[in-house]
């Protein structure tokens, strides 16, 4: 699944995070993390856990199971927006056609376009969702073991494209003792 979102600065709750959650997440996700998030803001709500491959969760003195966190292998990569003037001959014709109108009128003409012809690499990190955290549906936190900023040359304001990674559960197989089923 595709979605789209705005990176932004969060309350600066992410390294302290990662601080203390860090063995959890190195086992977890198999690497050491940069010891921080990048938060997104999401185009529209989404939950995660769908596409959660690993919990981090803890079990209660009462024997219950307490998720804290959902983590999701995505694939991300910046989006390109341009600024593109209009046709220059069609512009000059209307000019002549109409230069008093165009006197009194005058604007800018600029068109935003999605530049997907920009074929950026994707990037692989997870997206974490904290159950009880600040963040609702519509933000996630993203880790890797690189500053992603750094690495894809992100602001605060830019987009990004967000792939969750499809996963199968496989199937339990029903129990047999000596060729029957139980």
Not at 10 to 36: C, H, N, Q, T
Not at 125 to 143: P, S, Y
């Amino acid at each position: 699944m595709k979605v789209r979102g705005e990176v932004f600065s969060g309350v600066l709750r992410g390294a302290p995070l990662i601080e203390k959650y860090y063995a959890r997440i190195v086992g977890l996700v198999g690497f050491k993390p940069f010891k921080g998030t990048m938060d997104v803001k999401l185009d529209r709500n989404m939950d995660i856990r769908p596409f959660a491959t690993k919990t981090m969760d803890h079990i209660l003195t009462d024997g219950r199971r307490k998720i804290t966190a959902y983590l999701a292998p995505v694939k991300i990569k910046k989006i390109y927006l341009v600024y593109s003037m209009m046709d220059i001959h069609d512009e000059e014709r209307r000019i002549l056609e109409n230069v008093e109108s165009l006197r009194k009128n005058a604007k800018a003409k600029l068109s935003m376009d999605d530049l997907s012809e920009i074929e950026e690499p994707l990037y692989d990190c997870w997206a974490m969702h904290f159950e009880n955290g600040l963040h609702g549906r519509d933000t996630i936190e993203l880790i890797a073991p690189d500053m992603i900023k750094e690495k894809l040359n992100l602001s605060d304001g830019d987009k990004i494209e967000i792939i969750f990674v499809e996963t199968t559960v496989p199937k339990k197989r029903p129990k047999s003792v000596r060729g029957k089923t139980l």
